[in-house]
Nanobody, 115 residues
Framework: QVQVAESGGGLVQPGGSLRLTCEAD????????MGWYRQPPGQGREMVATITGGERTRYAESVKGRCSISRTNGRKTMYLELHNLKIEDTTVYYCLVRRGSADYWGQGTQVTVSA
């Protein structure tokens, strides 16, 4: 079992920046993939960025160039830095820990971009 907790969301003005943190408590292996997802209102959950244990990264087209994902602390802590935030980035952001065939999700952290 893996416990997952996100933090770092909040209210930010358009053009601003935020850093989200995900802490995973449990056995995290080199093969464990972690990622950030979000769910815009009325839509399904979509991938924002993912990172493998070997630090290979992947980004959604909507955030490329203004987003950075990283891992540290024995691969158990993951960060998502978002820059030049837009109003359409407003939603709940979820952390995913994928260990083998099992997915573990956090409760989410709200990001609101508003003037």
């Amino acid at each position: 079992q893996v416990q997952v907790a996100e933090s770092g969301g909040g209210l930010v003005q358009p053009g601003g920046s935020l850093r989200l943190t995900c802490e995973a408590d449990g056995n995290i292996y080199t093969s464990t993939v972690m990622g950030w997802y979000r769910q815009p209102p009325g839509q399904g959950r979509e991938m924002v960025a993912t990172i493998t244990g070997g630090e290979r990264t992947r980004y959604a087209e909507s955030v490329k160039g203004r987003c950075s994902i990283s891992r540290t602390n024995g691969r158990k802590t993951m960060y998502l830095e978002l820059h030049n935030l837009k109003i359409e980035d407003t939603t709940v952001y979820y952390c995913l820990v994928r260990r083998g065939s099992a997915d573990y999700w956090g409760q989410g952290t709200q990001v609101t971009v508003s003037a």
